[in-house]
T-cell receptor, first 114, second 112 residues
Framework: AQSVTQPDIHITVSEGASLELRCNYS??????LFWYVQSPGQGLQLLLK??????LVQGIKGFEAEFKRSQSSFNLRKPSVHWSDAAEYFC????????????FGTGTRLKVLA | EPEVTQTPSHQVTQMGQEVILRCVPI?????FYWYRQILGQKVEFLVS????????KSEIFDDQFSVERPDGSNFTLKIRSTKLEDSAMYFC??????????FGQGTRLTVV
């Protein structure tokens, strides 16, 4: 079955610390991969995306993610977290066979300590 | 920059009432979607629409739901008889070529 797993429901980091949010997927082919951020009551903002090519992708707000095919992972990283990064982060897979749609993970809520 | 727009941003309706959520996709896009996010939960796929017909629907998308592209620019989601459990944020999305989908800001539906 196609699925996206974000094993960490909540993560708390101190401002200025590094961050890594984990994402693993189960999909028969290489999917398209996305990270979104959502503030409370707001919409989804695209942070970055991977279609093919270089497995390290850069996004907005200083985020990057690395696609590791052997681990079926697409972890999100940021070297130094800012208080404004506190939000919910969703990993998503875009299916590349059959009807195109997104499958979202359950999200990781990030709390940033001053 | 082109964007997907959804109206209204928030709708409150009584249980059993019909509600129509409206979306204007990006103008040259060909694939259209509705997703749902119940408060505090993940975003779930409801339905995809291409070439004026549903291409896939999830098990959530039962007979109470329907979609329509009435005039070539709007894309609507209708819920015929709303239930309390339909309360959620509904996101419309569109895609040009089934690679990246662009999401609207969502409509928060509250059923009372």
């Amino acid at each position: 079955a196609q699925s996206v797993t974000q094993p960490d429901i909540h993560i708390t980091v101190s401002e200025g610390a590094s961050l890594e949010l984990r994402c693993n997927y189960s999909y028969g082919a290489t999917p398209y991969l996305f990270w979104y951020v959502q503030s409370p009551g707001q919409g989804l903002q695209l942070l970055l995306k991977y279609f093919s090519g270089d497995t390290l992708v850069q996004g907005i707000k200083g985020f990057e993610a690395e696609f590791k095919r052997s681990q079926s992972s697409f972890n999100l990283r940021k070297p130094s977290v800012h208080w404004s990064d506190a939000a919910e982060y969703f990993c998503a897979v875009g299916t590349t066979s059959g009807t195109y749609k997104y499958i979202f993970g359950t999200g990781t809520r990030l709390k940033v300590l001053a | 920059e082109p964007e997907v727009t959804q109206t209204p941003s928030h709708q409150v309706t009584q249980m059993g009432q019909e509600v129509i959520l409206r979306c204007v996709p990006i103008s040259n896009h060909l694939y259209f979607y509705w997703y749902r996010q119940i408060l505090g939960q993940k975003v779930e796929f409801l339905v995809s629409f291409y070439n004026n017909e549903i291409s896939e629907k999830s098990e959530i998308f039962d007979d109470q739901f329907s979609v329509e592209r009435p005039d070539g620019s709007n894309f609507t989601l209708k819920i015929r008889s709303t239930k309390l459990e339909d309360s959620a944020m509904y996101f419309c999305a569109s895609s040009l070529d089934a690679t990246e989908a662009f999401f609207g800001q969502g409509t928060r539906l509250t059923v009372v």
